[in-house]
C-alpha cells in the first residue's frame, strides 16, 4: 500500500496540509516556552504548572467538544479553533516582545488555549474518517503521525536556534501564523458535511443524550473502555516525564544546553517518522491488540533507558524507541477505534477517548514538576517506564485485549 494514499483526495490533502503547518508552529512554540520557564524560574514545579492549566479547561471541556463534534459542521468547529488559537499566541508573541510576559500570563493563556482546544480534537479525530475512504485510513492516520513527528524534528532545531539568537517572540509569532494557514486551508471544505440530513431522532434529543450515548458505546467494549482506563494512569507514568522532566534532565543530569534538548526531541520525533512509514504501508493490521501493548512495553523500556543511561548518546537511544513504540501504538488505536466505531458516533467516542487520556495529567504534570525538583529528573524516567511496562503486562492478561484482532 502506498502511504501517500489518502493525498488523493482533496478534503483529506487540506485537512492535513493545515494542520502540518500548525504542528510545525506549535513545536517552535513548546520549545520555546519551556526553555524561558526554565531559564526565568529554575522551577519544575512551574514548568509543571504551566502544563496543568493547559490540560485542566481540555479535561472539562472535552466530552461537550466530541458533542459538539457530532452536532456541529466539524470543518467550522476546527476553523474557529485554530483562528481562536492564533489570537492567544498572537497575545504571547506581543508581551514577550515588549518584555511584559509574567507567569500569570502564561497561566491565563494556557487555560483559554486548552478550552480552545477542547473543541478541535475531537472534531479533528472524527473529521479524518469522514473525508477518507475506509480503505485508505491506514494511509490518512499515517500521514497525520508522520506530519507531527516531522515537525517535532524540524521545530525543535529551529525553535532552539531562534532561543539561542533572542528570537523567543518571533518563535511565538510563527506559531500564531501557522494558526491562521491552518484555518485558511480549511475554507474549500468548510461546508463538508453541511448537506447531510438529520436523522429525526438526532434533532430531537439533546446534547446529555448525546454524551450519554457515546459512552454507551465505550462501556459496551471492553477493548474500549479497559484501554482508555490505561491510557489515563500511563499519561502521569509514561507521558508527563517527556513534557515537564526532560529539560531538567538535559540541564542538570547531562549538563547540556538547549541544543540537547532539541537533539532529543527530534531524535524522539524521527523514531515517530519509521514508526507511521512502516505502519502506513499495511493496508490491515492483525493482532492489534498484542502488538498495541507490546508496543507500549517496549516504549517503556525506551524510557527507562533515557534515566538510566547518564549520558546523551544512551538518551538519545532511548528516546528513538520510544517515539517509535507509541507513536506506532497510537497508529494502532486510531485504526482499530475509526474502523469499529460508527461514523455519526466517532466524535462523541473520541472526545471520551480523550477525555480518559487527558483526566489525570493536570495531576500527572504538577506531580511530576514537584517529584523532579525533588527526587531528580533521572528517576522519574526509570520509574514511570517501570510502572507503565508492569501494568502492561497486567492489561494483557484479559482476553478482551489480548485477542484483540
Not at 513545536?27 to 531559564?39: G, R
Not at 472539562?60 to 481562536?84: E, Q, T, Y
Not at 506559531?175 to 491562521?180: D, T
Request: with cysteine.
Amino acid at each position: 500500500m502506498n502511504l501517500t494514499q489518502a493525498l488523493r483526495y482533496r478534503p483529506f490533502a487540506l485537512l492535513w496540509s493545515g494542520q502540518t503547518i500548525s504542528r510545525f508552529g506549535d513545536s517552535l512554540y513548546l520549545i520555546a516556552l519551556m526553555w524561558w520557564v526554565v531559564e526565568k524560574t529554575g522551577s519544575a514545579s512551574v514548568a509543571g504548572n504551566v502544563s496543568f492549566f493547559t490540560i485542566l479547561p481540555m479535561v472539562i471541556f472535552l466530552l461537550v467538544g466530541g458533542v459538539a463534534a457530532d452536532r456541529l459542521p466539524r470543518v467550522r468547529v476546527m476553523i474557529a479553533s485554530d483562528w481562536a488559537r492564533a489570537a492567544l499566541v498572537g497575545l504571547i508573541a506581543l508581551l514577550v516582545a515588549t518584555d511584559r510576559l509574567e507567569i500569570w500570563h502564561i497561566y491565563a493563556v494556557s487555560l483559554l488555549f486548552g478550552f480552545v482546544d477542547a473543541f478541535f480534537q475531537p472534531a479533528y479525530s472524527a473529521l479524518v474518517p469522514e473525508v477518507t475512504p475506509v480503505q485508505y485510513l491506514a494511509s490518512a492516520n499515517a500521514l497525520t503521525s508522520l506530519s507531527r513527528t516531522l515537525s517535532g524534528i524540524v521545530g525543535p532545531a529551529v525553535g532552539a536556534a531562534l532561543v539561542k539568537l533572542g528570537g523567543t517572540p518571533t518563535a511565538f509569532a510563527l506559531n500564531a501564523l501557522s494558526f491562521v494557514v491552518a484555518g485558511a486551508c480549511l475554507i474549500p471544505i468548510r461546508r463538508l458535511g453541511e448537506d447531510k440530513p438529520k436523522r429525526d431522532d438526532v434533532a430531537a434529543r439533546g446534547p446529555l443524550s448525546d454524551l450519554r450515548e457515546g459512552l454507551r458505546v465505550v462501556f459496551a467494549d471492553p477493548w474500549l473502555w479497559i484501554s482508555i482506563f490505561y491510557f489515563t494512569i500511563l499519561s502521569i507514568t509514561l507521558f508527563s516525564p517527556i513534557t515537564i522532566s526532560l529539560p531538567f534532565l538535559v540541564e542538570r543530569d547531562l549538563k547540556a544546553d538547549v541544543d540537547a534538548l532539541g537533539l532529543l526531541t527530534a531524535i524522539s520525533s524521527f523514531g515517530s517518522i519509521v514508526a507511521a512509514v512502516l505502519l502506513g504501508r499495511v493496508a490491515r493490521l492483525r493482532r492489534r491488540g498484542l502488538l498495541l501493548y507490546g508496543m507500549v512495553i517496549l516504549g517503556s523500556l525506551g524510557l527507562m533507558l533515557v534515566g538510566l543511561s547518564g549520558t546523551l548518546f544512551g538518551a538519545a537511544l532511548g528516546l528513538f524507541v520510544y517515539g517509535a513504540m507509541i507513536s506506532g501504538m497510537i497508529l494502532v488505536w486510531l485504526n482499530t477505534m475509526q474502523e469499529r466505531v460508527p461514523g455519526e458516533l466517532l466524535g462523541r467516542v473520541s472526545s471520551v477517548d480523550w477525555f480518559g487520556s487527558l483526566l489525570l495529567l493536570p495531576i500527572g504534570y504538577a506531580l511530576t514538576g514537584i517529584l523532579t525538583d525533588r527526587i531528580g529528573a533521572s528517576a522519574i524516567f526509570v520509574g514511570g517506564g517501570a510502572i507503565s511496562a508492569g501494568l502492561c503486562l497486567l492489561i494483557l492478561l484479559v482476553p478482551a485485549i489480548r485477542k484483540l484482532d
